[in-house]
Nanobody
Framework: QVQLVESGGGLVQPGGSLRLSCAASGSVFSIYAMGWYRQAPGKQRELVAVINSGGNTNYADSVKGRFTISRDNAKNTVNLQMNSLKPEDTAGYYC??????????????WGQGTQVTVSS
């Protein structure tokens, strides 16, 4: 059993900052990549940022220069530092991990999501 637990969402004013964290636990053997996706009401879930085990990152164009993803491989955690937040960043944010379990199965797992609301 693998669990991804997110934290750090909330309400922030435009131009403010938030930091999201996600920890993978349970039957985790190794993790290829971890990332963040978001989904606003009435829209499809979209990639925000992803980081692989080597530290290579990829960002959505809409967040480049404002968001920074980082990872602690030893702790199986991933963080998303979000600066200069805009109302259009409002969404549910979901942690994602592409990993191998202790049973040597590769699979993709999702967290339960954390709400980010940017509003004055």
């Amino acid at each position: 059993q693998v669990q991804l637990v997110e934290s750090g969402g909330g309400l922030v004013q435009p131009g403010g900052s938030l930091r999201l964290s996600c920890a993978a636990s349970g039957s985790v053997f190794s993790i290829y990549a971890m990332g963040w996706y978001r989904q606003a009401p009435g829209k499809q879930r979209e990639l925000v940022a992803v980081i692989n085990s080597g530290g290579n990152t990829n960002y959505a164009d809409s967040v480049k220069g404002r968001f920074t993803i980082s990872r602690d491989n030893a702790k199986n955690t991933v963080n998303l530092q979000m600066n200069s937040l805009k109302p259009e960043d409002t969404a549910g944010y979901y942690c994602n991990a592409d990993l191998i379990t202790t049973m040597m199965f590769r699979n993709t797992y999702w967290g339960q999501g954390t709400q980010v609301t940017v509003s004055s």
